[in-house]
């Protein structure tokens, strides 16, 4: 049989082995991007033995655009698994049933190509592949997200230059690509050729320092044969590489400012251009500091992904993200799990964001391949056998991505467990680039990383942590040399707050523990967007595709759908919250009545970028605004500044304080809001409603005011509209954190239906008509439960309003958080029109409410939801003074809080929400379905994380709460 090079565990064979810096020259390049000819077999043995001879017969190939994966362009299909692989564990061999494309493709050089040296450069192909070049083999690689050379000059020719390429879906590599995503096989990344003439560079190393203490700055470019440096600004003119320049004075880099100075680097014949950002990466006194200062990683998880492209991405997508980070406060990314395409740390130099690059191992599936949890049995990790394919990766991630001044530490890799490969890639790694500390989360114990670094911390033990009080970790238990290492480490959440479905909540409640613990220095969303394939049905609705839909034999469903940003980068009200609570400014009332305090938490800026400005809102209606002089605020500290002079106001007012970008950056615009604030500076009385109207019986129940009951004492209309309700509901369609799928027993969803809160029952008890009141109690309760509530209401008339004093109690104790408490009803279609005076304008809940601000919004129903690629409990805004809901000429309902309530509408019940699996299932009723409540349960980030936070959750109480049906006056 032949030798199997898809099952050796060894890197491979390019021609070209030592890797080297990513960089663009001057040199002649070809992009040998295009529609190369592709056939997909089903077996490693391709379309046969001879595909690459340069006259074989490719006539009838179909055509797919490189870069891109096949199973994108109706080849086989995408699989998603999380944890397990999609193919039995049998390192490191692979079926024999193994997707193979087979590419060939015929380039010309163009007219100004000179002979000599040239190299053939893949940025990622996934996950084996051979290539030949005009009939010559030019050997095999795996590395899916690592760049592959061979030495191709000899071969070419200046025209009719034929290129086959034959790519494995699964090799022994793929034991160790097995990151949480789809399996997305393909020539994904670009193909270059590049001229190496005589004389050029091979590789480049530009380390420059920068010494807080004094200002001045160093550099050293070292390369493979001599070369010159030019910095023109800093007047470098031809010195020599490999030597160390010292400068004074220089303007450092950071994330904040990301100060570059371009130059080149040249021989004879080539130059290349340089970027230099000077900086100092430090861990001093358990601290993790760039350039002298104590830095707080706001940060978030970053997979390469597009709903029509998979891994494929423009630099315009990545600076999409970029720019859409910087907006939203975010100041560092971890490239989770693989080094991004080259062009993606571009953008972070440039724009200005600390990064973890991640080298790209998982073996998560040896986690419990063998039955049993966290047993790792033949993990690859720590088998002699794999460590040259481990330093490989790592080899081939540093050394191609080492020049970014953004990178500011390296991490191994994740989820592959520990073991001495990962020692080896540390050593190595250390020698290589002692300027960066090294990451990784599966070394635990601390023996070879330089930073403490978990996934899903919950908040109290993120608290011991900050105190470096944490347990010992097994390991250290009796090694206290070991203890103390990692003890003395700084600690990052390399994963939080887990951003699948509605959520993450909790997110302040972290900040503030990154704020009072110098130990903790912040962390990384987990994660960055959704990876929902954009799916064109023949009929129906376009939606986002997730594992199971496409007939994959086992898969996570959902799980993949855990984005900041739905999967066309459309933000979710997850990243607006970060963006608030994230805020590098942050704006409250001050110690004294009459001042505002501002606190500048950036780490190396001062606030001069700002421009504040105020406005005074009275019941949401602005009555004056200004700007707010602020003298620049160094980094770090704070000031107080008085208020300025209000006129008088007699509703209820509130102050609102913004900071925004003062000119024009990078990555938004002159006026781009970075942080607000909010005083209330006077409370209005609740509004006293008018005269009271006796409750008078009708033939066919009661009159209370304007609403008309039934004699059953149900409501059946109320100002004229017809009305299914009010009654308690209890219920939400379950979220994905109330689902967690990851942590069994924190399934809140479980016990909810258990105990029936999806399908509670109403019983009349009584029905009381008195004079002044109606009188209505039920009892609600679901089938096969003892658990229920006692519920009145009590209705009561005046010439404008009807009111309802609701008093619930519940019967028997509750053992679980229930949903929400509050009013269901349904409305005519018609009032679909929604303004409210209250927090917003987005979703808000109870642990994830910073973003929303106190004020009066207006939107539509269908406006008001959040299409989550998963359907699920939505929509919500809370702190709600009053809401109106009226028709397009102005006419319909307006409900008062006493004070506040939360409130969501929708075309669809809670029931559809909780059925459908794809948002375009859900499809409007002829009502809207209104809920009204008087509190719901938090959000927390259970789908792999914590349940809410005590506070934070919904308990069974006594409660009584009073809402106010008045006609909406147009206004
Ligand atoms: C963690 C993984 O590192 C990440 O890739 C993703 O799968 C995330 O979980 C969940 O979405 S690993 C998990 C065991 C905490």
Redesign the pocket.
Known sequence: MAYRYYEDVSPGSPTRRAPRAFFRSDSAAVDLAGDWRFRLSDRAEGTGPEFWKPDADDAGWDLLPVPSHWVMHGHGHPIYT??RYPFPVDPPHVPTENPTGDYRHVFDLPDSWTDGAAVLRFEGVESCFKAWLNGEELGWSTGSRLPTEFDVGPILRPAGNVLAVRVHQWSAGSYVED??MWWLPGIFRSVTLVARPEGSLDDLFVQADYDAATGAGRLLVATDRPARVSIPELGLDGHPSGTEIAFPDIEPWSAERPRLYDGVVATDTERVPIRVGFRRVEIVDGEFRVNGVRIVFRGVNRHEFHPDTGRVLTREDARADVELMKRHNFNAVRT??YPPHPDFLDLCDELGLWVIDECDIET?GFGKAHGVDNAWVGNPSDDPAWEPAYLDRMQRMVERDKNHPSIVMWSLG??ANTGQNFERMAQWTRRRDPSRPIHYEGDRAGRYVDVYSL??TSHDALAAIGRREEPAHPDAEDDPVLDARRRAMPFILC?YG?A?GNGPGGLSDYDALFDAHPRCHGGFI??WIDHGIRARPQTGDEYFAYGGDFGEEIHDGN?VI?GLVFPDRTPSPGLIEFAKVSEPVRITAGSTPGTIGIRNRYHHVDTAHLAFTWRLEDEGIEVASGSLPVPPIPAGRSIEVRRPELPAVDGDAWLTVEAALASDHDYAPSGHRVAWGQVQVRSAPARVGGAPVPVTPTTSGYRVGAAEFDADGLMTSIHGYDVTGPRLDVWRAPTDNDRAS?RAPQRVEDDWRRFGLDRMRHRIVSVAPADDSLLVRTKVGASATRFGFDVAYRWTGADDTVAVEVSVRPDGEWPVPIPRIGLLLALPETLDQVEWYGAGPGEAYRDSRAAAGIGRYRADVDAMQTPYVFPQENGNRTDTRWLRLTDDSGHGLRIDGDPVFDFTVRRWTSGDLDQATHAHELKPRDQIFVNLDHAHHGLGSAS?GPIPLPQHQLQAGDVTFQLRFMAAATS
Request: glycine content about 0%; proline content about 0%; some cysteine.
């Open positions: 999380n944890v990151q949480d989770s799990h998560h994740n989820e996934m899903y994963e887990h699948m987990w994660e799980f855990d990851r792999c």
